[in-house]
C-alpha cells in the first residue's frame, strides 16, 4: 500500500472515529445539564436521577480517552462496554428497536479505531 493511500485510511478513520464519538458528546453534554428529556428518559428507563450526572460524566470520559491516539484503544474497549449496558437496559424493557442504533454507534468506534490504527490492521490480517 502507498503512503498516500494509507494517510488517506487513517483520516477516514479519524473522520469515521469523530462521527461515532459526536452522538455521545451530546449526550454526556445533555446529561451534565440535566436537561428535562434526560430526566424523562431515565425515569422511564428507571434509572434513578441521580445516575445521570455520572453517567454523562463516564461518557464524556469514554469519548475523550478514544480521541486520544495513545489511548484510543482503552476508549473503544470502554464504549463497548458502555454500548452494551444501553443494549441490555433496552432489551430489559422489550424495546428492542433502540438496539440497533447502539449496535452500529459500536461497529462505528471500532471502524474509526481500525481505519486509524495501521498496527490494528496488520493484526487483523496477520492471523
Known amino acids: 500500500m502507498t503512503e498516500g493511500n494509507e494517510r488517506k485510511i487513517i483520516w477516514a478513520g479519524r473522520v469515521v472515529s469523530v462521527i461515532a464519538a459526536l452522538p455521545f458528546a451530546m449526550s454526556a453534554a445533555m446529561k451534565l445539564m440535566i ?3 434526560v430526566v424523562k428518559g431515565m425515569s422511564h428507563l428507571g434509572l434513578p436521577e441521580p445516575l445521570i450526572v455520572p453517567l454523562g460524566v463516564l461518557e464524556l470520559l469514554c469519548v475523550v480517552v478514544y480521541l486520544i491516539p495513545r489511548t484510543s484503544f482503552l476508549g473503544a474497549i470502554l464504549f463497548t462496554g458502555y454500548v452494551g449496558g444501553t443494549i441490555v437496559t433496552h432489551l430489559r424493557l422489550g424495546e428492542s428497536v433502540y438496539v440497533y442504533p447502539q449496535v452500529a454507534l459500536g461497529a462505528l468506534i471500532w471502524l474509526g479505531l481500525y481505519l486509524r490504527r495501521p498496527r490494528l490492521r ?5 492471523a
Request: aromatic share 12%; glycine share 0%; proline share 12%.
Open 35 to 37: 436537561h428535562p428529556e
Open 122 to 126: 496488520e493484526l487483523v490480517w496477520s
